[in-house]
Each structure stands twice: as structure tokens, then as C-alpha cells.
């Protein structure tokens, strides 16, 4: 195990570093910061002495031996526009942004969960086909259009529901959460809801072609040939064996939410990381930009790692595989 | 007659509402703004928005009045007592928020911050060299040489509490190179009408008013806060549901929307930027099937391209007809404009093809067009609309359209035929901006916008010669005549002033739109 766990933190330190190697070749091509620092008055010695200064003359590789070398010190240096420590930035933001995607995930497991087991159920019903239906509109609106939507009917037309921030929000010293106010709670609904829609329809999905899969095997007749009642067959027996599937893809699916959490963010003025970072390439703030690159990757390689170790301790014959042939690639 | 015309213009962008004064009672402003202020410290970035948030807080010595002329603010008076010095009387039983009191030293260590080497804003106050103190609220500013334009420098240069940047570590601006944060980043300390309450980027940023204000306040709020939308159409939803009671960004395409909605009030004008054509004068063109030379250089053709552009079409089209056209490269309320430069060559669609037949080009010929999308108002629409005419007189203009953050690189490096630009003349507010900055030749410090390799000695000459004269009598006329030279040459292809548009409810009474295009909620007003 914990061969298997050191291999897997050397894995996320390449996966880390390939990521920002990759992105400071791409900063070549984003444009050029002293352009956005400087206004119109400046001179041409101003800028030739600011880009000097940042470093920018020197080539990409260097650029990025110079972050990582910051960056195992815990520096990532403080942001071209807004002159803050970048670490910070980041890391004030998290908390907003993890708030917003694990709602979304509870939302889509709520009702992702029963919608999927209805329309395996009652495949024909009204109810089913209307689900269906709506599951397609849910994969394929685009969530901008989804949330502008939402904010015109509930906060516009009805004016239940704040149409963008966070409301207020309770500083933990360590956090700050949106939680435990009441505002904070509202402002959460018409965002999450727009983050979730996409996952809802998946797990439905999802859960409706496993159920449909598991209602065929063996043990649900004979399940239901010991006249168990419905309701026992569907949520007790034939629920629990779709559930495996679900979990995974649900905890993978946190890591891409956090990443693509940004458009939600921009239309709601949501203040988490994706709003950050779509701020840092409009200004070109490589530090922002290089900084988050590495978190996100760092969140994915660790969401990915949890599974991974979560099937070894559920799973025993991984665990036999790993010992012997040296686990299982990402 | 020409100042006349310049102060009535001016008068006309002011727009006051109703005047009607009402009781003083708590008034919170709510501002929706289309981004966030980078920092609340006024020397960190280049950003003429966060500047003018920060003016709520800070302020300079001297400040813009309804017309956009100098009046007196923490300097009382000033007088030249040498070409190159200047002595200003400062404003005595002035208060900076934490109650330390505004003397000399304050105005001098404001001054060497800002043009410290490590400044983003070291650009702003070209001229300063040195300053004195005389006595506690006298000081003296040497300048490198006679500078006619120091008070139009000195509206942006806030001043700072000497004590509270020694006692917080913060006499030097930030230095990003450094990664080290400053103090005066997430603190404001300023003598201005409001105080900095709380920040959060992204979020919120609460200003509560300052009750030992030094001037007698025409405003009656009490709190603003300010609130970044990035997203217009939330903006939008925001406004009309009432969660903001202003911005200063109200989208274009929204505005019918927006005028139809009960309680709230469009309020349009037009800025002081002023949109041109920028053209490449090199010995070749970037990208065009003439291969051997540059036909930008003749001014047949840079007349073809102009007459070719049908301005109305494009004010209608693009712009919604809300720009004011013009064949200016400034805005009228700006010293050096004159009345006859407004006047555009006219739309002919014929006499362009017939111009660049003289020229050597019957069938026309192809060059790059780069834009940008977010640098000016409906810039891609400018853009596109452009290209469609050029293309009714045979220039085949290849449209590269991009970020701004992605196309001002190769502005830079003078990788177009055609680009766009946009100057405002801010902060000074003065022709001068516009000469050295962009239409004088790349030489010293000069023409730091010259991307195309333009140019004219003569303009260069009056532009030099009027860095340097104090009498704005011979000033103004010496930036007029360059800018009819460029203008005679045809240099450029001037557009428009680009159009700006704030929107309010209708609890907002009072609210003054100056061609800055900043808000002063000094003199905002709330029933």
C-alpha cells in the first residue's frame, strides 16, 4: 500500500510538472502582460525595463525553471494585476468554488438517482418519456443559456432569487462558507442548479441503462419469485448492484467540475477559481494562470488517486494485482 | 468662438437629471460594474477604471470639474515661480481617514512613489524631477523642463499619508517582479469623500461615506457598494430587477431592453476616445498580393480607403447609431481641437475606385486588417463593416480578429496594414497625449504607438516645441497645426468618438457623465 501510495505522489509530481511546463510554452502565445500593466502613457524604456524585470526576455524553459524552483519553496509569486500573493488568490477562492460543485454533485446524485430508476421502472409512462426528454434538453443546453435563463425567470420575472455573488458568507478563519446564512443559501440554488443539470442527466442515465442491465439478471427473478414486493426488488436489490458505477463516475466528475466550473462562475459572478482564472488570461497574469494550472491538475491527480485506493480497499482482487503487478495506470 | 464651442460641448455631455434636492437620509449606492478594480492601491496597475474607483477614496492635489477643467483640490493655489518649478499652497485642516493631518511631506513622498522606477504609473508624471518642502504646506515641484501639462498630470496623482506608508512598509510602490505583497494593497488611507469599508475581490467592495470630508459633499449617499458583473446579461437581469441601481456599462445590444424597463434610465453620451484606422507606412505591406512596394504610402490610396467608408452606414449598423462620427483624431472638448477638423471627406464609393486607379490599383488589391474584440466599443462590428466597403471598391482586407490581449503583441511589432486604435487622451485630457504618444516618430521616449513607422518632421517639431511652452495662447494653436498636417496627409483614418452608456433606476436621481467616462459619485444623488 504504501509503495502503491508513494508511486502515485511521484506520478502527481510529473503530472504537475508536464502541466506547467506546457502552459508556459503556451504563455508565449497569450499575449504580452506589459501591455496590460502599463497604460498609455508609458514610454518604451518603462516597458522594455517592466518586461525585463518580469522576466519575460528569457526563454520559456528558463521561465518554468524558475517557477518550479518558487514553486517547491511554496512561492508562486504574487499576481501581475492585482499584486496579491497567487497562493492565496487561489486558495480564498477554493472555498467558493467546492461549495458550488459538491451541491451540484449532491443535487445531481438526489435526483439523478430516482429519475434513472423511474425510467427504468415505467419505461413508458408519460413520466419517464418527459424525463427523457428533458435529459436530452439537459446534455445539450449550454449552461451559459441555462443560467441566463434561470436568473430572467427567478430573478427577474419573480424576484425569489439573487441573480449573481454569494450573499453574505460566515469567515471560519479557515474558510469561508456560504452555508450557514440565509443568503448564502439562496444565492447557491440558481448556479448549482445550472452546474448540475449536465451531471443530473449522466447519472440518470447512467443509472436507467444499469437498472435496465441488472432488472435482467437472475437473482431479481428470484428475487421476485420469493414474492418480494416491488419496491424492496427495485431499491434494495437491483439499486444497490447500479450504485458502483455512479460513485466513480461521480468522483471523477468532481475534478472536472472544479476545472469547468468557470462558465457557471462568469454568468452568476460566482467569486471562485474559474472566475479568477478567466480574469488572469484576459490580463495575461501568468502567475494567476500558471499557479492554477498546477492546483487543478494537482486536484485531479489527488481525486484520481482517492478512487484508485478506494477500489484497492473495496475490491480485494485489485489488491492481490496490485501487490503483484504493480497496480494499474491512471 | 473655439472655446466658446469646446465649453458648450462640454456642457452638453453633462447629464443632470432632475435637481430637485432631497432630504438627507441613509442612501446606499449599489454599483454594477462590468469588472472588478485591480487593487485598491492607485499605483499598481495602468487601469484608468480602477483610478477613477480609487477617486471616491484618494485624491490629488488638483481634479476635473463638470467641464473637464482644472480646479483646485488638496492644492489651494500654485504659481509659476521658475519655468521648471512650481510652487503650490496646499489646503490647510485637510484629514486623512486615520486623522493624521495633510501636510507637505505627504504631497512628496505621493510624488516619489509614483515615479518610482518600479511604477506601472511612472508614465503618468512624465515631467517631475524633484520636490521641496517650503513650509508644511507650502511644496515645490521641479520638473525636468517648462511643462505646460503638470496640473492635467497631477488629477491622477493621489496622495498618500506619509506616516501611514512608512509605518506599513509601503513608501515604494509593489514591485510584481519582487512576488512580495504590499500593504497598500488590500488598505486605503485616502483624504477623499468616502472611505474604503471592506473588500472582497470579485465580490463586494463597501465604501462608507467620510464625514470630515475637507469640501462641502453635493452627494447624499452614504454608502456605495460595489459590485463586479462580468457577465452583461446578468448585469442586465441585475439592473432590472433592481439587485443594482447603477453601472457604467450598459450594454449596447441591451439597450432597447433596458429603455423599455420601468425604472430604469439609459443615460448615452459619447466619450472621449476618439476610434481611428492606424496604417501600415513601411517599405512593404505585412500581407497583400503587392508584393514590391506599399501602396499605403500613396495618398491616393489612403484617401480611397477613407472616402470608401460609409460612416452613417457604419454608425447605424455597427454602432447602433449611438458614436458621434467624425473626421477629428480628438474629441471637441479636448485644447487643439477645432471646429473645421470634424468635417469628413465625404463618402464616394466612386471616386475612391478612381483614386486607386490613378494609383496603379484598377482591380484593387488585398492587405491584412487586425482587430481586436474587446479593446473598443462594437470594435469587430467596426471591423466588419469596414472590410464589407473596402470590398465595394476592390481592397480585399483580410480580417485577423482576436483578444486584445492576443492582437495588441502584433500591433506592436507592426504585424498589420490596417489596425484600430482608440485614444482617449487620458489622463491629461490634452492634444499632447495623442501627438507623442502616437503621431510622433519613434524617437527617444516618443511615439510609443507609432506601430506603423508614420510620421512627419514638422509634426514632429511642433509636437517637441509644445512640450515646452507655457503659454497656452502659442500652445494650442502649435497642436492644432499638427494635427492638421496628419490630418491633410491623411495619416490616419478617424472614425468616431465611440459611444458610452451608463444606466440607473430611477431612485438615482443626479448622476454626472463627464466624456471621461468616469463616475464621481461625489455627485451622485439618490431620492
Known sequence: MLAFILRRIANAAVVMLTVALIAFI???????????????????MQRDALRERLGLNSSAVMQFAKFVTNAVQGDFGISYRNQQDVFTLIMERFPATLELVLVATILSLALGIPFGVITAIHRNSMLAQGLQFLSIVGISLPSFALGILLILVFSVQLGLLPGFGRGEVVDLGFWETGLLTTSGLKALILPSIT?????????????????????RTDFIKFARARGLPNRIVHFRHALRNCLMPVITVTGMQIGNLIAFALITET???????????????TFVDIPVMAAYLVIVSFIFVALNTVVDMLYVVIDPRLRTQSTAGGGHGA | ??????????????LILSTAATSVSAQTLKWGAARDIDSVDPYAFGSTFTLAFLNHVYEGLVRYDENLKIQPALAESWAIVQPTVWRFKLRKGVKFQNGNDFTADDVIASLKRISHDTSPL??????????TKIDDHTVDLELNSAYPLLLNDLTNVFIFDKEWLVANNSELPTDVAKGVEGYATHNANGTGPFKLESRRADAKTVLVVNPNWWDKPKHNLTRIEFTPIASAPTRVAALISGDIGFTESAPLQDLQRLQSAPDVKVRLSTELRTVFFALNFKDKLVESDVKDKNPLRDKRVRQALYQGLAMDQMQKRALRGLSRNTGAMIAPVIPGYTPDMDERLPFDADKAKKLLADAGYPNGFSLSLVCSTDSYVNEEEICQSAAAMWARIGVKANLNSGPRSIQNPKRVKGEFDITTL????EPMIDAYSILVQVMHSKTGSAG??????????????????????????KRIPMMSEALKIARDDIMFLPLHQQPMAWATRADVSDVVQLSDNKPRHWLTRMK
Open chain 1, 195 to 215: 452546474l448540475a443539470l449536465f451531471q443530473i442527466t449522466l447519472v440518470m442515465r447512467l443509472v436507467r441503462a444499469e437498472m435496465l442491465e441488472t432488472l
Open chain 2, 122 to 131: 511612472k508614465g503618468n508624471l512624465p515631467a517631475y524631477k524633484n520636490a
Open chain 2, 422 to 425: 482608440g485614444w482617449a487622451n
Open chain 2, 448 to 473: 510609443v504607438f507609432n506601430w506603423g513607422n508614420w510620421g512627419n518632421a514638422r509634426i514632429d517639431e511642433l509636437t517637441d516645441r509644445s512640450a515646452n511652452e507655457l503659454d497656452p495662447e
Open chain 1, 267 to 281: 454568468v452568476f459572478q460566482w467569486p471562485g477559481m474559474g472566475l479568477l482564472f478567466i480574469q488572469a488570461v
Open chain 2, 1 to 14: 468662438m473655439n472655446s466658446l464651442n469646446r465649453m458648450l460641448t462640454a456642457t452638453a455631455a453633462i
Open chain 1, 26 to 44: 503556451i504563455f508565449r502565445f497569450i499575449g504580452d502582460p506589459v501591455e496590460m500593466m502599463l497604460n498609455e502613457q508609458a514610454t518604451q
